[in-house]
């Protein structure tokens, strides 16, 4: 058998060993192959990366916006250049669906590469005439910024903390999550080709403890993470030190509301997405399935009819809707949440069961699951599960399910189906949430802000108000006469 291949850190444009050339083992989770050793970066690789980013940032601030646009934008090209490549490394690296990750994975990162190439060049400050003068604002890099990625979507979750922190004239050290590391440094790699310059975009690989190098580091002036609740705290707590800035892609458990004048196609279609693709790994899933009892019925009816049809497969066969969960420890708890659910009195409807797929024996795969669930403090309605588990709950009030949705401690997403304009309206404003979609699910187009309130996030991405969180005002102060002096 032909052993996996070295993939190493990247720091100031090379492929570089770690000081002490430590290796772990990224696997793919369909099949348990080794796809690759990986190096391992210590506070003293954090340290030379974090060096490099430095070195690099005064000539990366120094251009225009414009000319930093033109580099993303031959980024954004090449990332499309290399579609299927990177499209096959996210379906090996992390069990998702060949189906989905061409556009999913990779058009969304050339997408957020675009847009943020033609933001960066109109990236400007403010002008007042004040009393005694006038000032104006320059929105000014912050540095070296530090992102870390969660395993759900390496290569966007890189893409979306890289190009805004670019745009705005920062260097970035990423450090993607141990459990899916290669699209991360692909995408290093093939930005480097298209022309970024060396230490603007860094890469350092490993577990918890490389993170938290890079938080402690004085050197980072801002930390982005995407993960979860707990590791945010963390992450806070250790930012909080030197007092860096911070932005919170945290976890969720959203709602999404049926209400019964909903077109009952377009919300089923709402309610599969919103917990079945990718597996139901994704954060904004909207996992409690509120429905409107004079329609749960006919609800039911298609939904179910709708899961059967899903194919638990190999993630490489383009026919397979649902991969494998991206490890056997993430199986096994999203497979104890069901157990603890029937126990607290969820009825499963379908689904929720280990699978075992020809070919891929060893992959940690799950039938997608629904359930009824009466009592709102089931854990199955309360915990973020991270795996295709969907709760349906039914209600008779909107007042009442604006109150069932909002009582959690999360805020990332919601939904709300129906065709009544005003309370389509109504229902987003008083819901909890850093987006909601009427009408729809887990879209998320790079134009429009991304994030969470309470304990789902801090900060939004995506949109030109990312850029606000990769930037800080100076504000100048010309005088206009002499100085009047009392002294
Ligand atoms: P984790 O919180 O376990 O890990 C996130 C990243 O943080 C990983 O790279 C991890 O390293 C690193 N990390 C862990 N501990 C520390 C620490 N103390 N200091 C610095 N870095 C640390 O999340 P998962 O990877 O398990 O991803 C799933 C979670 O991410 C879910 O809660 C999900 O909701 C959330 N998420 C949120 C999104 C959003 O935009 N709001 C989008 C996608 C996911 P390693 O894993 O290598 O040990």
């Given at each position: 058998m032909p052993t996996a291949p070295d993939r190493l850190l990247w720091i100031d444009n090379a492929a570089v060993d770690s000081v002490r050339s430590a290796r772990f083992e990224t696997r793919n989770?369909?099949?348990?192959?080794?796809l690759a050793r990986v190096a391992e970066a210590d506070a003293e690789d954090v340290h030379r990366a974090v060096e490099s980013a430095r070195a690099a940032a005064p000539a990366w601030a120094g251009l225009t916006g414009v000319q930093r646009g033109r580099i993303l934008a031959r980024g954004a090209t090449a990332v499309r250049d290399h579609r299927d490549e990177l499209a096959m490394l996210e379906c090996l690296d992390g069990g998702k669906p060949i189906a989905e990750t061409p556009e999913a994975d990779v058009d969304s990162a050339a997408d957020c590469l675009e847009y943020f190439a033609g933001q960066a060049g109109s990236l400007q400050g403010d002008y007042q005439s004040v009393d005694g003068g006038f000032f104006y604002t320059r929105p000014e890099p912050l540095g070296v910024c530090a992102g870390i990625g969660a395993w759900n979507y390496p290569l966007q979750i890189a893409a979306w903390k890289a190009a805004p922190a670019l745009a705005a004239g920062n260097t970035l050290v990423f450090k993607p999550a141990e459990l899916t590391p290669l699209s991360a440094l692909r995408l290093a790699e093939i930005l480097a080709d298209a022309g970024l310059p060396p230490g603007v975009f860094n890469v350092v690989q490993g577990a918890a403890d490389t993170g938290r190098a890079l938080t402690r580091h004085p050197g980072v002036a801002k930390v982005s993470l995407t993960g979860e609740v707990g590791t945010g705290r963390a992450v806070m707590a250790d930012a909080a030190e030197s007092l860096k800035a911070v932005t919170m892609e945290l976890g969720g458990k959203s709602p999404l509301i049926v209400f019964d004048d909903a077109d009952l196609d377009n919300a089923v279609s709402g309610a599969l997405l919103g917990n079945f693709y990718t597996q139901g790994e994704i954060c904004t899933n909207g996992t409690r399935v509120y429905v409107h009892e004079g329609i749960l019925e006919p609800f039911l009816e298609r939904l179910l009819a709708r899961t059967r049809r899903l194919t638990v497969g190999d993630p490489r066969d383009p026919d397979t809707d649902v991969g494998a969960l991206i490890s056997p420890a993430h199986r096994d708890q999203v497979l104890a949440f069901i157990r603890q659910g029937e126990q607290e009195g969820a009825q499963r409807l379908i689904g929720g069961e280990a699978v075992t797929v020809p070919g891929c024996e060893a992959g940690a795969f799950v039938s997608p699951a629904v359930f009824r669930v009466d009592?709102?403090?089931c854990v199955l309605a309360r915990q973020e599960i991270f795996g295709p588990v969907m709760s349906v709950l039914s209600f008779r009030e909107e007042s009442r399910v604006i109150e069932a949705a909002n009582?959690?401690?999360?805020?990332?997403a919601a939904g709300v189906f129906t065709r009544d304009l005003q309370r389509g309206h109504r229902v987003a404003a008083a819901l909890a949430a850093g987006v909601v979609w009427v009408n729809h699910y887990n879209l998320t187009p790079i134009e429009m802000p991304f994030g969470g309130i309470r304990q789902s996030g801090l900060g939004r991405e995506n949109s030109r108000h990312a850029l606000s969180h990769y930037t800080q005002l100076k504000s100048v102060f010309v005088a206009a006469g002499d100085v009047d002096a009392p002294y």
């Amino acid at each position: 058998m032909p052993t996996a291949p070295d993939r190493l850190l990247w720091i100031d444009n090379a492929a570089v060993d770690s000081v002490r050339s430590a290796r772990f083992e990224t696997r793919n989770p369909a099949t348990d192959e080794v796809l690759a050793r990986v190096a391992e970066a210590d506070a003293e690789d954090v340290h030379r990366a974090v060096e490099s980013a430095r070195a690099a940032a005064p000539a990366w601030a120094g251009l225009t916006g414009v000319q930093r646009g033109r580099i993303l934008a031959r980024g954004a090209t090449a990332v499309r250049d290399h579609r299927d490549e990177l499209a096959m490394l996210e379906c090996l690296d992390g069990g998702k669906p060949i189906a989905e990750t061409p556009e999913a994975d990779v058009d969304s990162a050339a997408d957020c590469l675009e847009y943020f190439a033609g933001q960066a060049g109109s990236l400007q400050g403010d002008y007042q005439s004040v009393d005694g003068g006038f000032f104006y604002t320059r929105p000014e890099p912050l540095g070296v910024c530090a992102g870390i990625g969660a395993w759900n979507y390496p290569l966007q979750i890189a893409a979306w903390k890289a190009a805004p922190a670019l745009a705005a004239g920062n260097t970035l050290v990423f450090k993607p999550a141990e459990l899916t590391p290669l699209s991360a440094l692909r995408l290093a790699e093939i930005l480097a080709d298209a022309g970024l310059p060396p230490g603007v975009f860094n890469v350092v690989q490993g577990a918890a403890d490389t993170g938290r190098a890079l938080t402690r580091h004085p050197g980072v002036a801002k930390v982005s993470l995407t993960g979860e609740v707990g590791t945010g705290r963390a992450v806070m707590a250790d930012a909080a030190e030197s007092l860096k800035a911070v932005t919170m892609e945290l976890g969720g458990k959203s709602p999404l509301i049926v209400f019964d004048d909903a077109d009952l196609d377009n919300a089923v279609s709402g309610a599969l997405l919103g917990n079945f693709y990718t597996q139901g790994e994704i954060c904004t899933n909207g996992t409690r399935v509120y429905v409107h009892e004079g329609i749960l019925e006919p609800f039911l009816e298609r939904l179910l009819a709708r899961t059967r049809r899903l194919t638990v497969g190999d993630p490489r066969d383009p026919d397979t809707d649902v991969g494998a969960l991206i490890s056997p420890a993430h199986r096994d708890q999203v497979l104890a949440f069901i157990r603890q659910g029937e126990q607290e009195g969820a009825q499963r409807l379908i689904g929720g069961e280990a699978v075992t797929v020809p070919g891929c024996e060893a992959g940690a795969f799950v039938s997608p699951a629904v359930f009824r669930v009466d009592d709102p403090d089931c854990v199955l309605a309360r915990q973020e599960i991270f795996g295709p588990v969907m709760s349906v709950l039914s209600f008779r009030e909107e007042s009442r399910v604006i109150e069932a949705a909002n009582d959690s401690p999360y805020g990332l997403a919601a939904g709300v189906f129906t065709r009544d304009l005003q309370r389509g309206h109504r229902v987003a404003a008083a819901l909890a949430a850093g987006v909601v979609w009427v009408n729809h699910y887990n879209l998320t187009p790079i134009e429009m802000p991304f994030g969470g309130i309470r304990q789902s996030g801090l900060g939004r991405e995506n949109s030109r108000h990312a850029l606000s969180h990769y930037t800080q005002l100076k504000s100048v102060f010309v005088a206009a006469g002499d100085v009047d002096a009392p002294y």
